[in-house]
């Protein structure tokens, strides 16, 4: 696997990573149970051996940082662990915190975090699941006096919508990297965050390939009031069977090669779809057909685009 530079950093990154937060809770349509910690571990390492070299995890993903932590804790050479960091109460649920409270609540999640990945420093930790403005001039000095700390080398945001990806990229030397949802049916990020990530040098993560499962055969799953993007699911699923692909073949191979990612991101319960989405990233980017084909389906300005609508 060929690695590149991740925006601006000194960091080499395979253009495939691995999502834990199956692996540590209930997720995706159906709620499947994550697999027991032994063949969790397993699902790490098999992702490592195969070059996979950015693992994403996070406090709220149940025990997704404890078994990330220990599948590579005896390991020198390890893979960039990225984690999360919330930046309001009742683990980023409540009100946002201000002040000490805000501090003290970052040096925990941090000295935690180091503690549950047996690491001295975390390569990169994100500020997770932002959806509005929220570079405070308090919140960028405890991100400088961090990463002078040693603690952090590398500050990111995830993000939901448009506004906060925006936020994030005025200040580029505050935050290197930036995680955005973005699938075959979710393209908002297209036109503005995506070229602006290029132009500045801040490293850019796809997240959501499968839209939590909906570019999968759980689509089908879906109940009646999603009937909506039952159908736009459909309609990929069409176009990737008169190609002779799979849905979620399709829709990895739309993600893993964007030109303007870094990252593109992956989760999964078993090695077989491990396997899956490895042979996927393989057979190379899409053709300009099929990338014509998709086009017209996009979800434009739709409730549907955020699952947190979904009711489930």
């Known amino acids: 696997m060929q690695y590149r530079k991740f925006g601006s950093t000194n960091l080499q990154v395979a253009p495939i990573g691995l999502g834990t937060v199956e692996l540590g809770m209930p ?3 159906g709620l499947p149970s994550p697999p027991s910690e032994k063949d969790s571990i397993a699902l790490l390492r098999r992702a490592y051996e195969a070059g996979i070299n950015y693992i994403d995890t996070a406090p709220v993903y149940g025990n997704s940082e404890e078994l990330v932590g220990k599948a590579f804790a005896d390991i020198a ?5 990225a984690t999360k960091v919330t930046l309001k109460e009742d683990q980023g649920k409540g009100a946002p915190l201000k002040g000490n409270n805000l501090r003290q609540h970052l040096e925990t999640s941090i000295t935690n975090s180091l503690k549950m990945l047996h690491l001295d420093c975390l390569e990169v930790l994100q500020i ?12 960028l000095e405890l991100t400088a006096d ?5 603690l952090v080398r590398h500050w990111g945001v995830t993000t939901y919508g448009e506004t906060a990806p925006m936020e994030v990229l005025a200040w580029p030397e505050h935050f290197q ?3 955005v949802a973005y699938n075959a049916l979710d393209r908002r990020m297209e036109t503005e965050v ?3 990530c290029k132009q500045i040098g801040v490293g850019l993560v796809l997240r959501s390939a499968f839209f939590k499962g909906v570019l999968s055969d759980r689509a089908r799953h879906l109940p009646d009031h999603l009937s909506e993007l039952t159908q736009a699911a459909l309609k ?4 990737a069977t008169d190609a002779g692909l799979s849905l979620p073949e399709l829709a990895f191979r739309f993600n893993a090669y964007n030109p303007f990612s870094n990252i593109s991101l992956f989760g999964t319960t078993s090695a077989l779809e491990m396997d899956a989405n490895l042979d996927a990233f393989q057979a ?9 084909q998709l086009a017209p389906l996009v979800l434009h300005d739709s409730p549907l685009i955020n699952p947190s609508t979904w009711g489930f």
């Open 27 to 29: 997720y995706e349509i």
């Open 77 to 81: 050479d390890k893979p960039i662990l």
């Open 128 to 139: 997770h699941s932002v959806e509005d403005n929220f570079a405070t001039e308090e919140l």
């Open 146 to 150: 961090f990463r002078h700390r040693g």
């Open 177 to 179: 990297m930036l995680q």
């Open 194 to 196: 995506f070229p602006r």
């Open 236 to 239: 990929v699923e069409k176009i």
């Open 284 to 292: 190379g980017p899409l053709s300009d057909d099929i990338l014509d």
